[in-house]
């Protein structure tokens, strides 16, 4: 059941998310400075109430633009090319190279997110050294091109998630816009019943809570594209160095 907030501190809760609101909704006409969207922050305090921030997503009106509902502080980087994780040998040149059961399970290993990173990188330290002199280049430089499309895979998918995850966001923040349009043109009307009103700013409430927990859970979120390509770089460290 939903928590219900009565009383002075509903009222004072509900206009300091309006006012959030409104400062996000002028924000929203700024121009960004860079393709990357980043989230716009406003923050309002009401008398006798804690401060309150609540980060709603600019809006550049782009459409179907990707980069518009992109909800991280972290640049996007939609693709990532081997010269940016890789200083070994091209591995483009790899696809003739005959992968063992033994080089597979090894590409499984290492890019699970399970398994610590330093455990990661000694495995395939010690793999591609192993390997035979006359086969070690090829087959390590094998190895890290299954790594590589495995991890920017993954890392592909992770991203359209968040994107989706950033389209509710700025779904939501359209929706407490039209909430609190519509609770104020309540509140104006004088003659409205006072369960309407209390009930209309439940539900303003309520959405904007949701709003701000989305909000709280997206910063460990956005993370995960950032540790992958640190794992994706460090692991080509690692083989790079045992070639």
């Given at each position: 059941?939903?928590?219900?907030?009565?009383?002075?501190?509903?009222?004072?809760?509900?206009?300091?998310?309006?006012?959030?609101?409104?400062?996000?909704?002028?924000?929203?006409?700024?121009?960004?400075?860079?393709?990357?969207?980043?989230?716009?922050?406003?923050?309002?305090?009401?008398?006798?109430?804690?401060?309150?921030?609540?980060?709603?997503?600019?809006?550049?009106?782009?459409?179907?633009?990707?980069?518009?509902?992109?909800?991280?502080?972290?640049?996007?980087?939609?693709?990532?090319?081997?010269?940016?994780?890789?200083?070994?040998?091209?591995?483009?040149?790899?696809?003739?190279?005959?992968?063992?059961?033994?080089?597979?399970?090894?590409?499984?290993?290492?890019?699970?997110?399970?398994?610590?990173?330093?455990?990661?990188?000694?495995?395939?330290?010690?793999f591609v050294a192993a390997l035979p002199a006359d086969m070690r280049q090829a087959a390590g430089t094998a190895v890290?091109?299954?790594?590589?499309?495995?991890?920017?895979?993954?890392?592909?998918?992770?991203?359209?998630?968040?994107?989706?995850?950033g389209a509710k966001q700025t779904a939501l923040a359209d929706k407490l816009r039209q909430e609190n349009a519509a609770?104020?043109?309540?509140?104006?009307?004088?003659?409205?019943?006072?369960?309407?009103?209390?009930?209309?700013?439940?539900?303003?409430?309520?959405?904007?809570?949701i709003f701000d927990e989305r909000r709280q859970s997206l910063s460990s979120v956005c993370e995960v594209p950032t540790?992958?390509?640190?794992?994706?770089?460090?692991?080509?460290?690692?083989?790079?160095?045992?070639?």
């Amino acid at each position: 059941m939903r928590p219900k907030i009565t009383g002075r501190s509903g009222l004072a809760a509900c206009a300091a998310v309006a006012a959030v609101l409104a400062a996000g909704a002028a924000l929203a006409q700024t121009p960004p400075a860079a393709t990357t969207q980043m989230p716009t922050a406003a923050t309002s305090a009401v008398v006798g109430e804690p401060q309150r921030q609540v980060y709603l997503p600019s809006n550049t009106g782009s459409g179907g633009d990707a980069d518009a509902i992109w909800p991280c502080q972290q640049r996007k980087v939609p693709v990532l090319s081997p010269a940016q994780v890789w200083q070994g040998p091209d591995i483009e040149a790899t696809g003739a190279v005959p992968r063992s059961t033994a080089m597979r399970r090894l590409v499984e290993d290492v890019a699970a997110r399970r398994t610590p990173l330093d455990e990661a990188e000694k495995q395939a330290t010690d793999f591609v050294a192993a390997l035979p002199a006359d086969m070690r280049q090829a087959a390590g430089t094998a190895v890290f091109s299954d790594l590589f499309d495995r991890l920017t895979a993954e890392r592909s998918e992770v991203m359209r998630g968040i994107e989706r995850y950033g389209a509710k966001q700025t779904a939501l923040a359209d929706k407490l816009r039209q909430e609190n349009a519509a609770l104020d043109a309540l509140r104006r009307a004088g003659d409205t019943p006072p369960q309407t009103v209390d009930a209309a700013e439940q539900q303003f409430l309520w959405d904007s809570r949701i709003f701000d927990e989305r909000r709280q859970s997206l910063s460990s979120v956005c993370e995960v594209p950032t540790l992958i390509e640190q794992r994706l770089f460090a692991l080509g460290r690692a083989i790079g160095g045992a070639l």
